[in-house]
């Protein structure tokens, strides 16, 4: 799990000036939005984990599912920092705007309410208040990633191709899904 830092090591060190990666001419966004590339990252890996056990049968890599979705909640909670602490100042008349007018905003926003009740609920002490019940909440995984997704795609200027692959790939998590619940089901 130790690994799912480096990423946030690197772009402390390289906002710093330690490394060879140069910061454009507003490094903040910059490093706004390889925060919120690295939850998206982390989203996607974290759904993976569920195919990945059915295929190989490594029941253990189940373990590996609450760390990552934390971890990426965390760097969800760190780029939704630096954007209103830092990019827009907590000025909250600026962030209502950005909410109503910038539909990539509304999106991003969206992704995160969707995400705070399964970084909430991710103790043992709710899984075993909520029940049976926990496990319908954390289903909010797939639309909180599928805003996400739309989230990046809206917020793109020119290159489409990156968001569109995470999209990509999510839809073929999803698709895996299908196909296995459709299995099951017979």
Do not use: E
């Not at 060879?20 to 998206?40: E, F, K, M, R, S």
């Not at 639309?143 to 996400?148: E, I, Q």
Request: hydrophobic residues 55%; aromatic residues 12%; glycine residues 4%.
């Amino acid at each position: 799990m130790l690994l799912g830092f480096l990423p946030l090591a690197w772009l402390i060190a390289s906002a710093l000036g330690w490394w060879q990666w140069h910061l454009n001419a507003d490094p903040i966004a910059q490093v706004t939005d390889q925060l919120g590339l690295w939850a998206l990252r982390l989203l996607l890996i974290t759904l993976c984990i569920t195919p990945l056990r059915h295929a190989t049968g490594w029941i253990r890599l189940t373990l590996l599912r609450r760390p990552l979705g934390l971890l990426a909640f965390l760097y969800v909670c760190l780029h939704l920092t630096l954007y209103v602490a830092i990019d827009q100042g907590f000025n909250t008349a600026i962030l209502w705007d950005d909410i109503v007018k910038r539909r990539w905003i509304t999106m991003g926003l969206m992704a995160f309410l969707l995400l705070l009740p399964l970084a909430l609920t991710s103790t043992r002490a709710a899984m075993r208040r909520l029940g049976r019940r926990w496990q319908t909440v954390h289903y909010a995984i797939y639309p909180a990633v599928l805003a996400a997704c739309t989230h990046y795609y809206w917020q793109v200027k020119r290159d489409i191709r990156p968001p569109l692959v995470y999209a990509t790939v999510f839809a073929l998590l999803m698709l895996l899904r299908w196909v296995r619940y459709r299995q099951k089901a017979r």
